[in-house]
């Protein structure tokens, strides 16, 4: 485990070529989260160029992003040099809806003024640790936990403006964070790149999901894809053409219910919401996708103040996909180390690299848990 305090730019052009097997990161969304300074824009394509550099041929990049700025997240990787394989889009029904209530905006806007409404203090707020420091240091944090609650406008419009547009707001509800799957250029062919350096290759038995269901036996052309027309073209010629194809459908629905199911591009946290969404049935279930809950309080770790933590078992996931054995796992943008924890318990070596002193403390403590598990 290497974990580096520094600007990840400066730390990447010290790094040398081809010396990292993936590289596996979730980097500002260029949203300024919370108002915080490091999330002001997405990496630049410098950085991603680097990335490119320090990776062996067709090694693998997997980089979260935000809904609103993924375009540009992708965009940049791809003008760095990297082939767009992918996104995985990981589901939950835990977000929360930021949006303006333009009915209050209108009222607030023409000097009206609404019955104020006042809501009590939850024990973490009365007891000044709310999400951040900046946030209990804010004036009507510190007024709200002296008095006891907070108070706000209420719902009732105050003018006939506002009651004309009381429901109208300015966002969805967050409910999917997209991540790009790019691949450096091969060397060769996919087959000759795997020999020759290991890389260019998804783990897919390795990340197979797995279920209860037993599926049946299906004819050749339902696994294996074909239209009815189209189906026995090929093999007019050749009666045996048929049966090999039905034994090679009949191989895939034995292994498919042996090792699970193959690793689609959607993860989900299992939540009653996203479940929900899925049709049920053996074939059409939730099931069928890997599914991984955001980060527990127990699992973020005492004294955790990042604000972005990934849940650990999402990120073994991930690394399992795109690293092979063994291999040498990046991230640039380490945070508070959730990738190097998943490193360290799917026996991959790790190199992080963190800018903030702060987060760094938190990404070292717990990905010492990690190695005492």
């Known amino acids: ?27 500002p969304y260029g949203l300024s989260f919370m108002c915080k300074r490091w999330d002001y824009n997405v990496p630049t394509v410098e950085v991603w160029t680097e990335c490119l550099r320090v990776l062996k041929p067709g090694g693998h990049l997997l980089a979260f992003a ?12 791809e003008d760095a040099g ?3 394989r992918d996104m995985i889009a990981w589901v939950y029904g835990s977000g929360f809806p930021k949006s303006l209530d333009v009915s209050k905006a209108i009222d607030k806007a023409r000097g009206a003024e609404r019955e104020v409404v006042r809501t009590p ?11 951040s420091n900046e946030l209990d240091e804010r004036p009507w944090m510190r007024k709200a936990r002296a008095n006891g609650y907070h108070e706000h406008a209420g719902d009732a419009p105050a003018t006939p403006e506002a009651q004309q547009w009381a429901g109208w707001g300015t966002a969805l509800k967050p409910a999917l964070e997209p991540i790009t799957m790019a691949r450096k250029p091969l060397t060769g062919t996919v087959a000759a790149n795997v020999l020759e350096h290991g890389t260019g290759a998804l783990n897919v038995d390795g990340c197979r999901v797995g279920t209860d269901d037993v ?6 052309k339902a696994i294996l894809g074909g239209s009815s027309d189209g189906w026995d073209r090929p093999w007019k010629n050749d009666p045996n053409g ?29 939540s009653d919401e996203v479940v929900g969404l899925f049709p ?13 809950p955001k980060a527990s309080k127990r699992e973020r770790g005492e004294g955790n103040i990042h604000p972005t933590v990934k849940p650990v078992d999402l990120m073994r996931y991930l690394c399992r996909l795109v690293t092979p054995p063994g291999g040498i796992v990046l991230d640039p943008f380490m945070g508070s180390g959730s990738t190097g924890m998943a490193c360290e318990l799917e026996g991959f070596d790790f190199i992080g690299i963190e800018r903030e002193p702060e987060y760094l403390e938190i990404a070292t403590q717990r990905i010492r848990r990690a190695q005492s598990q």
Not at 66 to 77: L, P, S, V
Not at 121 to 131: E, L
Not at 215 to 220: A, E, H, I, Q, R
Not at 280 to 292: I, K, L, N, V, W
């Open 242 to 270: 048929l049966v090999r194809r039905q034994a090679a459908a009949d191989a895939a629905i034995e292994k498919l219910n042996t090792l699970g199911r193959w690793p689609a591009n959607l993860i989900h946290d299992g």
């Open 215 to 220: 599926l049946p036996k299906m004819s050749g």
């Open 121 to 131: 203090m939850t024990p973490r707020s009365t007891a000044g640790k709310g999400f």
């Open 66 to 77: 935000g809904t609103r700025t993924q375009h540009r997240m992708a965009a940049r990787i």
């Open 1 to 27: 485990m290497t974990l580096l305090l520094g600007d990840c730019l400066d730390v990447l052009r010290t790094m040398p070529d081809s010396s990292v097997d993936s590289v596996v990161t979730d980097p």
């Open 280 to 292: 049920s049935g053996s074939t059409g279930s939730a099931a069928r996708f890997f599914y991984c």
């Open 82 to 84: 990297f082939e767009i």
